[in-house]
């Protein structure tokens, strides 16, 4: 079985999304949003109102719910037990609350495990582009393309920002680093960069020139 897989790993606000899916409609690879699946997950969790301080009732609910994961990277998208939770994923409840989740063991272990089925999926079409925080190291260690995100605080608050309504910089900047510090310092999967990883820096980069170097890397390792 041959395929491609591009493991593309940072900080939200990096600029993986729009990048991660720009390389695989360049490739004609599917894509996977694995942060779309944390989130997912903790959207559950919420309309459960299951204790998000609880650790050990967060890992006793984690197989229960059913997550859809679209992999066309012209429409991604993710459904929860059939609802279509694309919109509220994305609000400030889930962003605020999927820290928390992303740190238990027991929602890691289910969520990369479909994460792993999703990506042998598509092995026979061609391969997938797959964009998260664990992906080169834990998901998808044998990836022969490991791309490491970066960019400065500010830049990554601007982008964020623009995406959102009702938001400040400043806001953001904060939202930022409070996530960056428990997804780096969590026990289970912290966010690091691979050890064979390339690190881009996207911070002077349009999305193109940041495609376009993806692209280069994908021909020199594939
Ligand atoms: O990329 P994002 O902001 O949508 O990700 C949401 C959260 O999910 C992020 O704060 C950390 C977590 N996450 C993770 O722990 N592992 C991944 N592979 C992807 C995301």
Redesign the pocket.
Known sequence: MSGLVVAM?GP?GSG??SASRGVARALGLRYL???????AITWWMLQQEVDLADQRAIAERSGEPSLVMSTDPDAPGVTVDGVDVNGPIRGPEV?GA??AV??VPEV?RR?VSL?QEIIAESLPGGGIVV?????GTV?APDAPVKVYLTASADARAQRRTAELTGTTVETQKAEMAR?DT??ST?KA?P?AMAADAIELDTTPLTLDDVIAEVLRFVKERA
Do not use: C
């Open positions: 790993d939200s993986k999304s949003d694995t942060g779309a699946m944390y989130r962003t999927v820290s992303s740190a890691r969520l994460q964009e998260g925080r664990d992906i998901v996530r428990l997804d969590r999967d966010l």
